[in-house]
């Protein structure tokens, strides 16, 4: 075992927005290293929290059913732990600007929130936050480093980017060591597909399954790096293990670009079922969209030795296999949320 990992064994740590994609994927990493894990979500309906995603693990974590933006809540929920995996946010870019107001508190207020709850009643801990490439708005070259301006061209993308700061300043300011990772498109098991505003790769892998129609904006020929779930699950622990990411932002990307052509070829390939349609783009979606993109992960392998090795074929085999194995469990209404074994704080 690699020392980073041998570092959870019997490791206190907490992961909020543990019951959503990125969250539960780490959570089984976490608990199959021997760490003791708290989970801490909201539930709330429209995001990606779905208690069938710790499925197999209950016994092996701890379940806090909690609003990150209740200060008296996480003041009692950070102490004693030693890594905090901040995942808890609102990630659709669509929804923020139809309502910027939540977004404003979901990834806002609430990172000041749980900053401050460290600062007051834990200072020594470490907090990893789950940053996003969409920082960098429409990139003036490509690969992207962590060089790049940020200039994002949305309300999610300045929330997002002033909650890293956040970290960064109570990093340098106050001593709470924390970093941040902005991740490319993520895609893998146990991410949201009961709609489509959270990302367009889930939507896709959940319309091939379903052998319906994928539209493309445009002429699918912009590029975009997908890096695989358990990948970007690899690169928390790397981070949470490590005091050289204190202070540091660090792009979490994929082995290489792909067009949106490509890409959608290969998925109705693998699936074996789905078709595909050119459409013009919707004025809503143009407005915000940042062209091709993808990132230079450089950094973070000369730091802590992390680089992508899940190729975008087999991600989407074994992707594929696990949503047609427990589909119900993700398209339905509220899919996983009735099920008991929560701790509700």
């Not at 139809?98 to 007051?120: G, K």
Request: proline fraction near 3%; hydrophobic fraction near 40%; glycine fraction near 10%.
């Amino acid at each position: 075992m690699a020392d980073y990992q041998s570092f959870y064994r019997g490791r206190p740590v907490m992961i909020t927005g543990g019951l959503g994609f990125i969250g539960s994927n780490l959570a089984r990493q976490l608990a199959g290293l021997g760490a003791r894990v708290l989970i801490v979500d909201s539930l709330l309906p429209e995001y990606g929290g779905n208690l069938f995603n710790i499925d197999g693990i209950e016994d092996r974590v701890r379940v806090n059913i909690a609003d990150v933006r209740q200060a008296s809540t996480m003041n009692y929920l950070v102490r004693d732990r030693d890594v905090i995996f901040n995942l808890a946010g609102q990630v659709s870019h669509i929804d923020s600007m139809r309502d910027p107001h939540t977004d404003l508190e979901i990834n806002c207020r609430s990172q000041l929130t749980i900053l401050e709850a460290c600062r007051q009643a834990n200072p020594g801990v470490k907090v990893v936050y789950a940053g996003t490439r969409q920082v960098y708005g429409r990139p003036d070259r490509l690969p992207v480093d962590e060089t790049h301006l940020v200039r994002p061209t949305d309300v999610n993308g300045i929330n997002k980017v002033a909650g890293e700061y956040y970290h960064l300043v109570y990093n340098n300011v106050f001593g709470v060591r924390a970093c941040s990772l902005r991740l490319t498109n993520v895609y893998g098991p146990r991410q949201l597909i009961r709609h489509n505003r959270q990302g367009f790769i889930g939507w896709f892998i959940r319309l091939a399954i379903e052998g319906r129609e994928i539209q493309i904006y445009g002429d699918g020929s912009q590029s975009r790096d997908f890096v695989f779930v358990d990948d970007v699950a690899d690169a928390f622990l790397r981070a949470g293990a490590s005091d050289a990411s204190n202070g540091e932002v660090f792009n979490v990307g994929g082995l290489e670009p792909i067009s949106h052509r490509d890409l959608v070829t290969l998925l109705i390939d693998v699936a074996g079922s789905g078709s595909v349609r050119y459409v013009e783009w919707p004025a809503e979606q143009k407005a915000i969209d940042i062209g091709s993109f993808y990132a230079d992960s450089s950094k973070i392998e000369r730091t802590l030795g992390w680089k992508p090795r899940v190729r975008l074929r087999e991600g989407f085999e074994r992707t594929i296999d696990y949503y047609r194995a427990h589909f119900d469990r993700y398209v339905t209404e509220r899919s996983g949320l009735a099920q008991p074994s929560a701790e509700v704080v």
